[in-house]
């Protein structure tokens, strides 16, 4: 197949892909797309929180609810919450890896009323761990079959539901990045070594922001494992340059 270079499209001024490119791009986004149909048609009218109403478990109404609360009006206050003094005598906020107040997805809570913040939060983390799961289990089969099963058992198997019936929040944060971490780790033994351990190490960083300690500890320990296995099964070992 011949690649044809991209032509220029002078009524906007940018490159329009043609060919191979653009049917790559199709490719990596039919099976976003088809995941993330899945994920939205699984929860159903649920997935709008019209009227207010909004998918949480009691650890969301009980705890991470008034937290975000909270977080809300220290911000819009302009103030940064250093400290908590509502609970008991007053307690550590950011320094709570529970309140995820340093990772990214928690600008939601700050640009969206909290019902659509909470639910979109929850939406794009099961996405992300329908997705992750789905490319990592096509690294190591080689197959679009058994990674879209793999995918939908992950992201909305029993363990996941669960944890979104019991407001379980960080721990789906950090549930969704474990996949794309192993992912990246099983594609540096293929290509693009260095770049993908800087990915994984990357993918690490957020889920280590997510709020779940243990679950960091518990990642850390089983991606450490996971890739010195790989190393020791890989012919000459791993080879960085």
Known sequence: MVYRKPTIDD?????????????SLAARALPIAILSALVVAFLGAKALPLGG???????????????????????????????????YCGQPF??????????P????????????????????HLVLAAT?????TRAVTGS??????????????????????????????AAAWLPWILCFIERAFAADRMRNLVLAGLFFGFQLLSGY??????????AGLYFVVRCLGQPGGLDLA
């Open 11 to 23: 009524s906007r001024g940018v490159a329009e892909p043609k060919g191979p490119m653009r049917d």
């Open 53 to 87: 109403r909004f998918i949480a478990g009691a650890d969301v109404l009980d705890y991470h609810l008034w937290n975000l609360f909270f977080f809300r009006d220290q911000v819009f206050s302009g103030s940064f919450p250093l400290w908590n003094p509502h609970v």
């Open 94 to 103: 950011l320094a709570n890896p529970a309140n995820f107040v340093l990772y």
């Open 105 to 124: 997805p928690i600008l939601l809570y700050l640009v969206l009323p909290l019902p659509w913040a909470f639910n979109l939060d929850l939406v794009l």
């Open 132 to 136: 992750g799961t789905f490319y990592l």
């Open 144 to 173: 679009g079959s058994p990674a879209l099963l793999a995918a939908v058992a992950f992201a909305l198997g029993s363990n996941m539901v669960d944890r979104v019936a019991a407001g379980h929040l960080v721990l789906v944060h």
């Open 213 to 222: 300690a243990q679950g960091n500890l518990y990642t850390g320990c089983f």
